[in-house]
């Protein structure tokens, strides 16, 4: 059951999903809202510059029906008066034909915005396959634009019934008004008729834009297993960035074990814990910790501290105060000035010492630690195997 559900598309498509179909030119579109902005756009387009282009339009006929007789029978003559109406006819529909391919372009842009992907030339031989065209005739997708076909057809037959129901009157006595008169009505009620058919397509637009998003979004929709495989290719497998990590914590752990011989002293716990103090008076502000750790760590940083002939010191509380409260490098708490200094000022009497005798420092027997520093003594009522650890 839990493979079943890793293999059935319940996730939102990712943002990386979602640029990969668009750089291949896969976008939302809905080719009814671009069919009725370019209608409606014409309708418009006509009722504003109807006049003007009446205009033209008569005075073309005027002109054409006008030949004199040198024109009409001299060929070239004749096919320049036809190119001079031509002109004029294009150069007066101009404004409109610009108008209208504008606005063919920039429809389809409405929903699912500017796209241009090279992919789109690359030849799919695929589409030549019968069966899978076969395949698209019987499909879903199919079967809702036959359903908005039909719609749609339902819809321009009814607007046009009633449209025409309305207009009865005034188209039935156009045969007794003046030709002039009769023609500009035809012409308004052809356009106000063709608008109000556009206007209703607007309900199939309106239906239309929703559902190709929510079929796009349902088309784009990732599998958990899916989810799981991106994931891993984006942030990188868990195992490998766990690898990463097991190898940066052994790089700082050979690097921490490296200032190891640079250091003044180690104190220990003195079996699981052990912290490497340096301090250098001329440029340390005050003591810092090159190198901690616990249990086999602390057991490394002993040996290496022995190796390098790096006195080791007994004092668990200041062991365990340190280790809690500092990290590599950073300089010892304010608190621990004092019992650091008692620490640092025997080594260094013990460095005097062995290089030019004399009498020999007397070990500190008791070092001094603010409680609240130490994790053994807050951590006293927890139960004796805690404590037991940390001593």
Same mark, same amino acid.
């Given at each position: 059951m839990a493979e079943d559900s890793d293999l059935e598309k319940t996730e939102q498509a990712s943002p990386k999903r979602l640029e990969k179909a668009r750089e291949d030119g896969d976008v939302p579109r809905s080719r009814e809202l671009a069919t009725?902005?370019?209608?409606?756009?014409?309708?418009?387009?006509?009722?504003?510059?109807?006049?003007?282009?009446?205009?033209?339009?008569?005075? #073309?006929?005027?002109?054409?029906?006008?030949?004199?007789?040198?024109? #009409?029978?001299?060929?070239?003559?004749?096919?320049?008066?036809?190119?001079?109406?031509?002109?004029? @006819?294009? @150069?007066?529909?101009?404004?409109?034909?610009?108008?209208?391919?504008?606005?063919?372009?920039? #429809?389809?842009?409405?929903?699912?915005?500017?796209?241009f992907s090279s992919s789109a030339f690359v030849p799919q031989f695929s589409r030549l396959n019968p069966i899978n065209g076969i395949a698209n005739m019987i499909s879903k997708n199919a079967a809702i634009e036959l359903l908005k076909s039909i719609a749609k057809t339902l819809v321009v037959g009814i607007v046009a019934y009633i449209v025409?129901?309305?207009?009865?009157?005034?188209?039935?006595?156009?045969?007794?008004?003046?030709?002039?008169?009769?023609?500009?009505?035809?012409?308004?009620?052809?356009?106000?008729?063709?608008?109000?058919?556009?206007? #209703?397509l607007v309900l199939i637009a309106a239906i239309d834009v929703p559902y190709q998003l929510y079929q796009y979004a349902s088309k784009l929709k990732m599998t958990k297993e899916e989810v799981r495989q991106e994931s891993k290719e984006s942030e990188g497998s868990p195992e490998i960035k766990a690898r990463i990590r097991q190898q940066q914590r052994e790089i700082a752990r050979r690097r921490m074990m490296s200032e190891i011989p640079k250091a003044d002293v180690v104190i220990t716990n003195p079996t699981h814990y052990a912290v490497a103090i340096k301090y250098q008076d001329q440029s340390m502000r005050a003591p810092i910790v090159v190198a901690k750790g616990a249990d086999a760590v602390a057991l490394k940083i002993r040996e290496i501290a022995a190796e390098n002939s790096i006195m080791l010191m007994e004092s668990p509380k200041l062991a365990r105060a340190i280790y809690a409260h500092t990290e590599l490098n950073d300089e010892i708490p304010e608190a621990l000035y004092a019992a650091v200094a008692e620490v640092l000022a025997y080594v260094f009497q013990m460095r005097i010492f062995k290089k030019e005798g004399g009498f020999r420092p007397e070990l500190p027997k008791t070092i001094a630690v603010p409680e609240a520093l130490d994790p053994h003594s807050l951590l006293a009522a927890s139960g004796p195997a805690i404590n037991e650890a940390l001593i």
């Open positions: 009725v902005t370019v209608l409606f756009t014409t309708g418009i387009g006509l009722l504003a510059m109807g006049d003007h282009l009446n205009h033209a339009l008569k005075t #073309a006929m005027t002109a054409g029906l006008k030949i004199d007789r040198a024109t #009409a029978f001299d060929p070239m003559l004749l096919l320049i008066k036809i190119n001079d109406n031509l002109g004029s @006819l294009l @150069l007066a529909f101009a404004p409109l034909a610009l108008l209208i391919i504008s606005v063919a372009i920039a #429809a389809p842009i409405l929903v699912g915005g500017w796209v025409i129901t309305h207009d009865i009157a005034p188209i039935l006595t156009l045969s007794s008004l003046p030709l002039k008169t009769s023609i500009s009505q035809v012409n308004e009620l052809m356009l106000m008729g063709f608008l109000s058919i556009v206007g #209703a």
